[in-house]
């Protein structure tokens, strides 16, 4: 038998070795296929979107991808037997890299080709939706996942969802006769449906805008300061029969005004970069996550049968009016308080607060809801859209961000594969 007690004195420590052999796959038969890594469609768009880039060609099915930007090149070529073949390029050098930081430590105004990051969008799945016309949607309020809006047959089909009766269809339909890009009214749906996107603690706010005309009355200037003019005379109007919430709302919306001079400013203007301070952001969040907590109260109230999703559709429903019906009382001498802004927005908002009774009225007719909770749910559903609205930038192409062509919605989470070479 083998003495195995001093084995450790004659142990020889050994090492794998790697040999590397070039083969050539230049002459196989077209019917056997390299192995290449292999990923997908979907998966590759975000990722492309997410580095800043810009796609110059975007047809996977017929082999054609090609996207450019912040020192990023993706480029496709279609092999015989196998499809789209992508390869990748950087042009990053250390020049480009101190450019950037002497720009953003040092103030100096050389160019960089990188993305500075005032013009970087949420870094967030829900967001990368919104990049292929989906809009993410709060799902224990709104019942389902997202809407489809990239186009205008999605957006069409979304409004028969919200109205069977294809009355809000038909209206769209007939203001892009006279504004190509139009969904006014429609667009409420964005800052109504959507949950935050905006992350707790940070200051990036951009989106990509996942329809045309992707603002609406709730993020413009015009919408808030005639929001509270109305929400005012309401108040005083019905003295003590407003209800502690609608007290709430007209405190919170002065106190945002008092102690933030930009809260009533409008996010659809000027360079919408990620410059807003974080203890503004940070206030308006905690004022969106109040609204939050009362309309799941109403949710789980034993009294009636309210749901967020009807109050919302019933708003769009008349809602996609207001642009007709403003420029209509303009034209015939019949506009409102304008506040020295432009005047259809705010008459715009003016005929909001004139829909409500109709909204009221159909939602009590219907799901036998009192018409005091239905009012003051609407009052509490602008106030949470608009507060939606100042903690996010719905921003659109840019020549200085290379983004923002919506991508078909048909690829997102496309499992058609493609390979990397």
Known sequence: MRNYKNATRYYTPRRPACRSVQKSWDFMAPELVRPLAVTYV????????????????????????????????????????IGPILHYAHELTRDMVLDKYKKNWLGNSQPSKLIPPELLFIPTSEVDMMRFGMLPCYEDFMHRKYYAMGTIDEVSATLDLLDPSGSASQKVQDNRRFVSTSTFGFSDLIS????????????????PVPTEHCTGLTSHKEGFVIFRQRLGEYFHDKGNEASPQILWVLQNYDSLKTTYPNWEEGTDEGVCENHLKLPFLDKVHGVWNQTTEYFQQLHTSDEFNFQYAKLVAYHIKHAVNFWHEAHERIRDGGERDHHG??????????????YLPRIVGEIALRYRIPDSVIREAWIMLMFRASCWSRCHYMCRAEERFPDSARLPSRYWSSKLPVYLG
């Open 192 to 207: 109504m449906a959507a949950p935050i996107l905006r992350q707790k603690g940070s200051t990036r706010i951009r989106l």
């Open 341 to 354: 802004l432009r005047d259809w927005l705010a008459e715009g908002m003016h005929l909001y607060w004139d």
């Open 42 to 81: 979907g998966d590759i768009a975000v990722i492309v979107q997410r580095l800043g880039m810009k796609w110059q060609a975007f047809r996977p099915e017929e082999g054609e991808m090609r996207a450019e930007g912040n020192g990023h090149i993706i480029y496709s070529t279609l092999v015989r037997s």
